[in-house]
């Protein structure tokens, strides 16, 4: 019997408001523990919700992107439940009128399928703090850090329409690029900004009904989703297949072992006692404040690969490549501003400036020394005939390395073209007096040998005459071709 | 329907609370007078009936994105039962 | 001779501003009688007395420079033990925040420190504000001072009791389900629960959050104007409080009552109530009439269900408010060693929680768990419409509604504390306005044969305080019986 995966996704989102959502404290990553607190978000007696503006601004953007349905009133409820992390003892969330429902993202397979996953809802509530497992006189301790506390989440629930780790994967790259797009978060899965919980189940191929969902925490990087994913599949399936039971329970991830575990049934079944907030009054959402956000939003992802096919006339997959990132993408767009070239900067970019990005410190584009006036420049230059594509290669690796600008590389090491045609004849014609074998050769028809003979002109010129020059002469002055 | 024991139990450990086997008894004879006489509410029809969660009408209360002063580390640690400066220390959880 | 602690705010304003007397010899003065009266009445929990000199010494110095001061400015108040005064005590009379200090100020008592009011002590209360007779203070009841073996009313006791004494010249309560006007009823002084929303909230406990308020207790309807004054306003960190700005409650009142139409709601008159509170209402609405007001009967037809509602709400809420309580950040931690968290909290909480606090905390979450949600929150929620609208209804016909403030005089210490039940029914004319949000007045009305207070109770529409404090005043211009004092 064959079995298939059904897979859904809770999204967390930390969002890039300044403040915490209901208190003025700072809302930043890697304080000292403790510090970026105050009365409110330590839970102390008498103290009180103020709503963050910025906070909600930034999930209905979300919501609009997503195409969610967003009520005309939107509320929170108290989410009650006891944590050491959770200061009140409750959750300030959104459980009977979230800000936007019944979504649907598009996402797009490798090969070029798309595929329309459901939002099931998108939900503003406040961050737990964070807590450090010790010992303590022999004991187990938990040491609390309440710094993220009260900081501001966005929940987003998927419906579980995934069907496979690719699709699963095509999920959590597209919502990432997505929120990066609207500027909401830093998506630094590093730093927690964000995180995606995993839900799967395993039935029979063809049956209709789901099997028993199990959810997995702890998953800190994509690949890590994946990995919990492909170890859930199996595990399940064994069960199944062994005539057992999927228990319906909350696994934690433990990367190091490359496991699942069973978090031990919490102490009172999972009722959280939902209720209003009577703390924070409801928020009327405006249609036409919606419609000037929507408007404000930018460009996304899927519009903009289409763009770049028919404005710079790329291909779908590199256009796809360039548009995966908005800072990427915009970068792309101001070398082309600054000097059209828009092939040659696609190449550069996929080819030497993505594979500086990402990697365990998720560097960003910003963060490189490189920048569009650095590409254009080069672009301009080559374009002059200057310098020819390999010495523009050369130029672009040592100005990614230095932040020097082009022109200043080329000048300072000498690389420009030689331009004299008088020089570049002469090379030639010394080449055709030295290559007097394979000289004979093409003149008699052998066309290949057209390509050493270029090389070795290239060579005396140290790679600075232009190839196809190069090529034009040689032609000429054995076969008589003109150009 | 009254409140059981095994109720009452249950309740007192969704609300952290630990009760003696008196005390359990007890509170179940005084939860179950309670909603025998909240019971009167369901004489009334109140299907059509908006519920009420804010008894004096508000809307859109919000702030500004600002950032202002934490507390001082010591005072937020000052009222803990058990500190590990800077952190809070409190037992294991059961996870 | 009047001593200056038998002063009211505003005759102790005038006499400070005139110099006649300055804030320290006032202070003094409430000091010795705090003195003298304590060790029976017990209406304070902590007395800060040395804290309490200097700031007046400060107060007379400046005023002595010439100064800009709050004509106020050096006024004793005592402060429910509920609200949070930076770096004193705030045990709200439980075990589990003993040796609790809050690193800030309540707004309303930052608002009352920069009006130059000097707070004397911290009283006690019933425990989290949850109860009607101050027994349930973890520290020891307060008594009434007009019989020392019968209960101040609650959770307001130390602060109703403080004022009666004259052990202070002003205090503040917090007001829930009738935590202001019933004890201010039992110990014949005047007490007010303004609108919902009036006087910010941030820095009182919560109880319940939906009803809870604070309000004045005072000795008489201007000095509760004062004091309403200066406590009143927007608070941006709390997100239910009013928008609307703050009329001049003392300009403002007059006591005229020509032309008002008062309501009498027919369902107030309930079985079981003691006569004589009964007798008093119907004497306090021939007095209106004297003075050229017009009284109406009116019907209230949801009132019976008041206290349903109020129990499943309140107690929802505060089941909800009190989980913070759980020896992590702050408050008792029982001792260990301990299985686990969850051990240590069941531990700590059950230590630290008096049985009323401990019977709300079980009521609320057995109303809002899975299951019995609809049936018993949603629902009440939704009688708590009718109830609402119940006053709305009734405001279109009449100016302000009189009624008793408590179905009986202060009863005897002990007497309820088997019946929880019976005690809730205590709160039976209180609890309806904090459901509707409506402001409400108490002032003594009357004594009882046996010579103890009754209390009369006015209800007016959202923000009309000023309406209340004048229709009040009245009766204080026109009868003596609010300047009465026990014998200590």
Not at chain 1, 30 to 38: A, D, I, R
């Given at each position: 019997m064959e079995f298939e995966p059904v897979i859904g996704f809770e999204t967390h989102v930390e969002l890039a408001a300044k403040s915490k959502v209901f208190c003025d404290t700072r809302a930043e990553f890697?304080?000292?523990?403790?510090?970026?607190?105050?009365e409110v978000c330590l839970g102390l007696p008498g103290t009180l919700p103020v709503l963050n503006k910025t906070s909600m601004e930034l999930s209905l953007k979300v919501a609009l992107a997503l195409n969610c349905d967003i009520p005309e009133v939107t509320e929170f409820d108290r989410k009650n439940y006891y944590y050491p992390d959770l200061p009140k003892n409750y959750q300030i969330s959104q459980e009977?009128?979230?800000?936007?429902?019944?979504g649907a993202m598009t996402i797009l397979m490798p090969g070029g399928r798309e595929k329309t996953v459901g939002i099931h809802n998108i939900h503003l509530e406040e961050d737990a703090g964070k807590l450090v497992h010790d010992v303590y006189k022999g004991r187990g301790v938990s040491l609390v850090d309440l710094n993220r506390a009260s900081t501001s989440l966005l929940e987003i629930v998927s419906q579980p329409d995934m069907r496979s780790p690719e699709e699963a994967e095509a999920f959590m790259e597209t919502m990432r690029s997505l929120l990066r797009y609207l500027e909401v978060s830093d998506c630094k899965m590093q730093e927690g900004s964000l995180r995606f919980e995993l839900n799967v189940s395993m039935r029979p191929k063809g049956q209709k009904e789901f099997g028993t969902k199990v959810e997995v925490k702890n998953v800190g990087s994509v690949r890590a989703v994946l990995r919990a994913l492909d170890y859930e599949m199996r595990r399940q399936t064994e069960i199944l297949e062994d005539g057992g039971r999927v228990i319906q329970e909350t696994r934690l991830w433990d990367d190091e072992r490359g496991e699942t575990r069973s978090m031990r049934v919490k102490e009172g079944a999972k009722d959280y006692r939902y209720f209003p907030e009577p703390d924070l009054p409801p928020v009327h959402i405006d249609r036409e404040y919606l419609e000037t956000l929507r408007k404000d939003l930018p460009e996304l992802r899927d519009a903009k690969r289409k763009r770049f096919v028919e404005e710079?006339?790329?291909p779908d997959y590199d256009a796809g490549v360039l548009a995966a990132e908005k800072a990427v993408a915009d970068f792309f767009e101001e070398c082309t501003r600054l000097h059209n070239a828009p092939k040659v900067y696609s190449n550069w970019i996929m080819v030497y400036i993505l594979r500086e990005l990402g990697g365990e410190d998720e560097k960003e584009i910003a963060d490189l020394k490189i920048t569009p006036e650095h590409l254009a420049q080069l672009a301009q230059i080559l374009d002059s005939g200057k310098i020819n594509q390999n010495i523009a290669k050369k130029v672009l690796n040592k100005s990614l390395q230095t932040g020097d600008l082009p022109e200043k590389i080329i000048q300072e090491k000498g690389l420009e073209m030689v331009s004299d045609s008088g020089e570049i004849e002469k090379f030639v014609d010394e080449v055709i007096v030295e290559q007097a074998g394979p000289v004979e050769e093409y003149k008699n028809g052998k066309d290949n040998t057209l390509n050493f003979l270029v090389g070795q002109v290239m060579r005396k010129s140290r790679g600075k005459a232009q190839p196809d020059t190069v090529q034009e002469l040689l032609r000429k002055k054995i076969r008589g071709e003109q150009p | 329907m009254s409140i059981t024991a095994d109720e009452v139990r249950h309740i007192a450990l969704l609300s952290r609370l630990e009760l003696s086997d008196d005390e359990v008894e007890l509170y179940t004879g005084h939860l179950a007078e309670v909603l025998k006489y909240v019971e009167k509410l369901k004489e009334l029809d109140v299907d059509d009936v908006e519920p009420t969660s804010h008894a004096i009408p508000m809307f859109n209360v919000m702030r500004e994105d600002e950032v202002m002063p934490s507390l001082p580390q010591e005072d937020a640690l000052e009222n803990a039962p058990d500190r590990a400066d800077p952190y809070f220390r409190v037992p294991k959880t059961t996870e | 001779m009047t001593e200056p602690y038998q002063l009211t705010a505003w005759e102790a304003a005038q006499a400070l501003q005139n110099r006649s007397l300055s804030s320290s010899e006032l202070i003094s003065s409430v000091l010795r009688r705090i003195g003298e009266v304590e060790p029976k009445v017990h209406a304070f929990q902590v007395v800060i007395a040395d804290k309490a000199k200097e700031m007046a010494k400060e107060i007379d110095d400046r005023r002595a420079r010439g100064d800009s001061l709050h004509p106020w400015a050096g006024v004793p108040i005592a402060v429910k033990d509920n609200f949070c005064l930076k770096d004193a005590p705030c045990t709200c009379s439980s075990r589990i925040l003993e040796n609790f200090n809050p690193p800030y100020h309540a707004t309303v008592v930052q608002k009352m420190l920069d009006a130059g009011l000097i707070p004397i002590g911290k009283t006690n209360l019933d425990e989290f504000a949850m109860g009607s007779s101050t027994e349930n203070s973890a520290f020891g009841m307060t008594r009434n001072p007009w019989d020392l073996d019968r209960v101040p009313g609650g959770s307001s006791g130390g602060s109703a009791a403080s004022i009666i004494a004259d052990e202070t010249v002003l205090s503040i309560g917090s007001d829930t389900g009738g935590s202001i006007r019933q004890p201010a009823a039992f110990c014949s002084i005047t007490g007010m629960k303004p609108t919902y929303g009036r006087v910010s909230r941030y820095g009182l406990v919560a109880f319940a959050s939906s009803l809870d308020q604070i309000g004045p207790m005072t000795k008489d309807v201007r000095d509760a104007a004062g004091l309403l004054q200066i406590i009143a306003g927007h608070d941006p960190h709390d997100s239910t409080s009013i928008a609307q700005p703050v009329p001049d409650y003392l300009t403002e009142l007059t006591g005229d009552v020509r032309g008002l139409k008062i309501g009498i709601p027919k369902e107030y008159s309930i079985e079981g109530m003691n006569p004589e509170i009964e007798k008093n209402w119907r004497e306090a609405a021939l007095f209106y009439e004297g003075q050229g007001a017009e009284c109406v009967e009116i019907s209230l037809p949801h009132t019976e269900y008041a206290i349903a509602v109020y129990y499943m709400i309140g107690t929802a809420e505060a089941s909800s408010n009190l989980a913070r309580y759980d020896g992590v950040v702050y408050g008792r931690r029982a001792e260990g060693p301990f299985e686990n968290i969850v051990d240590m909290y069941r531990k700590s909480r059950s230590e630290g929680f008096g049985s009323e606090v401990k019977r709300r905390i079980m009521l609320g979450t057995y109303v809002l768990s899975a299951g019995y949600f609809d049936a018993y929150y949603r629902r009440a929620q939704r009688v708590r419409t009718l109830i609402k609208n119940d006053f709305e209804a009734a405001f279109k016909t009449v100016d302000v509604v009189l009624c008793p403030a408590t179905p009986s005089p202060p009863f005897k210490a002990g007497e309820k504390t088997d019946d929880p039940l019976e005690m809730y029914l205590s709160d039976v004319f209180t609890a309806p306005l904090n459901l509707a949000g409506l402001p409400g007045i108490v002032i003594p009305g009357g004594f009882s044969s046996e010579g103890l207070p009754i209390g009369i109770q006015l209800i007016g529409p959202a923000l009309s305080e000023s309406r209340l404090f004048n229709v009040a005043h009245r009766f204080q211009m026109e009868t003596d019986i609010h300047k009465r004092r026990p014998t200590l």
């Open positions: 890697g304080g000292e523990p403790n510090s970026y607190v105050c009977y009128r979230p800000l936007g429902r019944n710079y006339g790329l | - | -």
